[in-house]
């Protein structure tokens, strides 16, 4: 039994590791981005987060729908596939297999923070992208403020040998781009007037195991009021909306640019 599963381990690694060395290395090895996935958190029997009188799944849908309208209607050659499209809860992996299975070029996934406390003065945005974490990964997890049960259960363990390798890989093929679509979000947030807590690396298995660049976003704090009913209101969810789209839209322009050609003269 022993030298089976120690075969078993090894058959595993070496897929792995082909897998993953088949993945594009180079930053911009894809030049178009036709197909996007996007992610609405959570959803049927787990509703997230929730403040005093709405539920998390509810506001990533929201959001989700309003993104996929807005490239719809402003970037005709690129397709919208949503991980769901009503309230029900697809698997973590089988988000990513959506992803996968349907090849595309880029994914977002759309999330709402919350601390414990009832009524708090927590909050902002936050971008997240997979990578290997630099703060302590248990006190910096999902947020400062590492409450989120619902999201920690995303996280990876970073001390799992597989894992590592994983995450590493997945850095080396898409954390570039990831970061450029990113920042981007999170500059428009911060061009909207919005508290931003930036952009930071977390072992997120929703990225980890998709083979496309991808971020993961959290729109706003649930359990503050003020955040609450600015991510139910139509404007809010607009406005939301609208950085994402952004950044896709900057995103897909930078990685359809022409690679810059450097001439020497002699
Ligand atoms: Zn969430």
Request: aromatic content about 6%.
């Given at each position: 039994m022993k030298k089976l599963t120690a075969c078993f381990n090894f058959i595993l690694g070496v897929s792995v590791l082909i897998l993953l060395l088949c993945?594009?290395?180079?930053?911009?090895?894809?030049?178009?981005?036709?197909k996007i996935v996007i992610d609405a958190g959570h959803g049927g029997r787990d509703p997230g987060c929730h403040g005093v009188y709405s539920y998390e799944k509810d506001i990533t849908l929201a959001v989700a729908k309003k993104v996929g309208k807005l490239i719809q209607n402003e970037l005709s050659d690129t397709k919208v596939v949503y991980t769901?499209?009503?309230?029900w809860y697809p698997e973590l992996k089988e988000r990513t297999e959506i992803a996968n299975r349907e090849k595309a070029d880029l994914f977002i996934s759309i999330h709402v923070n919350s601390t414990?406390?009832?009524?708090?003065p927590v909050k902002g945005t936050l971008v997240l992208v997979c990578?290997?974490?630099?703060?302590?990964e248990k006190e910096g997890a999902?947020?400062?403020?590492?409450?989120n049960f619902e999201e920690n259960?995303?996280?990876?363990?970073?001390?799992?040998p597989i894992t590592s390798i994983i995450i590493a890989q997945y850095s080396q093929a898409f954390l570039a781009q990831s970061i450029v679509f990113g920042s981007k979000i999170n500059e428009e947030f911060a061009n909207q007037g919005r508290y931003t807590e930036g952009i930071r690396q977390q072992s997120l298995q929703v990225l980890a195991s998709s083979a496309m660049p991808g971020v993961l976003v959290?729109?706003?704090?649930?359990?503050?009021s003020e955040e609450e009913n600015y991510l139910n209101s139509e404007e809010g969810q607009m406005e939301v909306a609208m950085a994402i789209f952004k950044g896709i839209k900057f995103y897909k322009e930078e990685t359809e640019k022409d690679p810059i050609q450097i001439t020497i003269e002699n």
């Open positions: 993945a594009p290395h180079n930053g911009y090895a894809k030049k178009k981005v036709r769901r499209d009503y309230d414990p406390k009832r009524n708090s990578g290997p974490s630099r703060v302590n999902i947020g400062e403020h590492a409450n259960q995303g996280l990876l363990d970073p001390n799992d959290e729109i706003g704090y649930l359990n503050n």
